[in-house]
């Protein structure tokens, strides 16, 4: 197999920084595509891995190359690509493999096949070692796991959709968020922000849960109906028993049973967030409104393409800072601060000088 060089960012170590590099890259087979990196979302995962804080769950493999929220240009097609042509706009989330066979292969819910390859840090069946993601000026993938960006949209901005997005919006989809019913979000993030667009664009009620009253007027013109301080034990009794569904996309450690309580009957929370330390979870809130609490990672693919078209024809896309690649270090000092508003988005034009 022909392989040629690539222009990235990678880490040597989980201590140090960010730096140019050259990694290798497949030629494209029968079935991939390749792609000119045009910008790339910086996620909190992408920290995680690069300082190995995921070491039981997902060991980090050295040199480390991050970035699972790519968009970008096709600069060529293998011969049996159907869905593309050269110079389509495309994106590339946490995904680029899976088995294919499995029941929710089958199903088109890829994210949950066993055998899954994921964008950074998974065995490269193709070229040995592991994959590596989009802090890079291209990428090959299977056509499978490559999808189409409307063309309305600005890229830099929508690059975040890929993974904030699609995370948001498939338990949406999932737990029914429609027109009429009324939906909490927690957390004001790159996450959550993201939620607050969705559940508006759904049609939903919408009442956003924050800890900074400094978030308040920026909930409201991301399309709120409502904004709660979590930390109002009056504002929250006002709401008890009222919503159909909740969006939980707080990372840190928090109280979730403030949160089922005001769930309705039948009412869901989904956990997006992952925090350190387990939950600790009362049992009759549960059981006292046959209320559930459940989890959610990305979608699957159709799932993803049905996202962004939905962004498209509501001109969506995520709030964005665009930095160079050369800022990314800077960039990760001031994500652990939560000083973003609300995703960074490289332009890997940058990446050209180097």
């Not at 920290?47 to 991050?66: A, F, I």
């Not at 066979?101 to 890829?110: I, K, N, R, V, Y």
């Not at 450690?253 to 769930?263: K, P, T």
């Not at 309705?264 to 989904?270: F, I, K, P």
Request: charged share 20%; glycine share 10%; proline share 5%.
């Amino acid at each position: 197999m022909g392989m040629f060089n690539a222009k990235a960012y990678s880490a040597s170590s989980a201590t140090s920084p960010l730096a140019p590099t050259v990694i290798a890259r497949r030629d494209p087979n029968e079935n991939d595509v390749q792609i000119e990196i045009l910008f790339c979302g910086i996620c909190h995962s992408d920290l995680h891995y690069v300082r190995n804080e995921w070491s039981d769950v997902l060991p980090t493999v050295y040199p480390c190359v991050p970035g699972h929220e790519i968009v970008g240009r096709i600069t060529k097609v293998g011969s049996a690509v159907t869905k593309f042509k050269v110079d389509d706009l495309a994106g590339v989330g946490c995904l680029v493999d899976s088995d294919g066979t499995c029941p929710s292969c089958q199903a088109g819910l890829e994210q949950f096949c066993p055998n899954q390859t994921l964008t950074y840090g998974f065995p490269d069946k193709h070229i040995g070692g592991v994959t590596y993601g989009g802090y890079s000026d291209s990428i090959v993938v299977n056509q499978r796991f490559v999808v189409s960006i409307p063309s309305n949209l600005n890229l830099a901005a929508a690059a975040p959709l890929l993974c904030a997005g699609i995370t948001t919006y498939s338990p949406m989809r999932h737990w029914g968020v429609t027109a009429g019913k009324k939906v909490g979000i927690v957390g004001l993030g790159g996450l959550g922000h993201m939620g607050v667009k969705f559940a508006r664009a759904l049609g939903a009620h919408t009442v956003v849960f924050t800890t900074s009253v400094s978030k308040i007027d920026d909930a409201l013109r991301l399309g709120a109906d409502e904004v709660v301080l979590s930390r109002d034990a009056n504002e929250m009794q006002k709401h008890a028993g009222s919503f159909d569904f909740i969006l939980d996309a707080v990372s840190a450690d928090h109280d979730i049973n403030a949160y089922i309580n005001l769930l309705a009957r039948d009412g869901n929370m989904t956990l997006v967030g992952a925090p350190e330390k387990p939950l600790s979870l009362s049992s009759f809130g549960l059981i006292f409104g046959r209320r559930s609490v459940s989890g959610s990672p990305i979608g699957g693919l159709p799932e993803t393409q049905e996202m962004l078209n939905f962004c498209g024809e509501h001109n969506i896309t995520s709030d964005v800072e665009v930095i160079a690649i050369q800022q990314i270090n800077e960039a990760y000092e001031r994500l652990l601060k939560s000083d973003v508003k609300y995703r960074f988005s490289i332009d890997m034009v940058s990446l050209k000088s180097e």
